[in-house]
């Protein structure tokens, strides 16, 4: 089986401070893992993800991840945040390992990040 | 523009009256999947299909069916709808059924059942 854990379901950041989201994963071998995000009224919207290689993965908008095996982590992070980036995120997993479900993500439960002035 | 469109973005209807939502998608990919969105419950995987004519039901597939006729399309269909099925649905699609693979994301409908 698989499965993902957000433990924070808000997290709050004044701008231009640095933010972490974190997610946990659950896998019987490597996982595959994404970070999506969604605004308001829109569907979610692909930031990164780590196949295979450099534990450090750069995204869009000037996220990145950092994926930790020994912790089972994957948390999202970036430098200095903007109001703008305010808006839901949601980490996913994939155990390639599982057969049938084709491309099944697991989803977490999504962490609010609001970036304030 | 490679997208995934989803209609109607919008929905009230009453108990057990069909509807179907569509979505499509132009970047020929072939995985497509629904998946509903609840509060607390994250995105929960209805159907998926991994090409024209290949479709299996996912962690939800209870009261919703699927079909694949043609590689752009994958359509979602509840023949009776209940109250509980109100909910926000999302079609998302991908180059290959191969977790390694992103998904694009439709902006989403939202369902209410009275």
């Known amino acids: 089986a698989q499965s993902v854990a957000q433990p924070e379901d808000q997290v709050n950041v004044a701008e231009g401070n640095p933010l972490t989201v974190k997610c946990t994963y659950s896998v019987s071998g490597n996982p595959y893992l ?3 995000v969604q605004y308001p ?13 450099d534990n450090l993965v750069k995204g869009s908008y000037g996220f990145e991840a950092e994926f930790n095996k020994s912790q089972t982590s994957f948390h999202l992070k970036k430098p200095s945040a903007l109001v703008s980036d305010s808006a839901l995120y ?7 390992i599982l057969t049938g479900g084709g491309n099944k993500l697991t989803f977490g439960t999504g962490t609010q990040l609001k970036v304030e002035l | ?12 209807t009453v108990t057990g009256k069909k509807l179907t939502v569509t979505c499509s998608q132009n970047m020929n990919h072939e995985y497509m999947s629904w998946y509903r969105q609840d509060p607390g419950l994250g995105l929960r995987q209805i159907y998926y299909s991994m090409n024209v004519e290949v479709t299996d039901k996912g962690d939800v597939p209870e009261g919703y069916k699927v079909s694949r006729k043609e590689k752009r399309n994958f359509p979602l269909i509840l023949e ?21 693979y ?11 059942v009275t």
């Open chain 1, 90 to 96: 949601f980490c996913a997993v994939r155990d390639p």
């Open chain 2, 80 to 100: 009776s709808p209940s109250p509980n099925q109100t909910s926000l649905y999302f079609c998302a699609s991908s180059l290959r059924d191969t977790g390694a």
């Open chain 1, 34 to 36: 994404f970070w999506y």
């Open chain 2, 102 to 112: 992103e998904q694009y994301f439709g902006p989403g409908t939202r369902l209410t």
């Open chain 1, 41 to 53: 009224n829109r569907g979610l919207q692909f930031l990164l993800k780590y196949i295979t290689g």
């Open chain 2, 1 to 12: 523009e490679a997208q995934v469109t989803q209609n109607p973005r919008y929905l009230i």
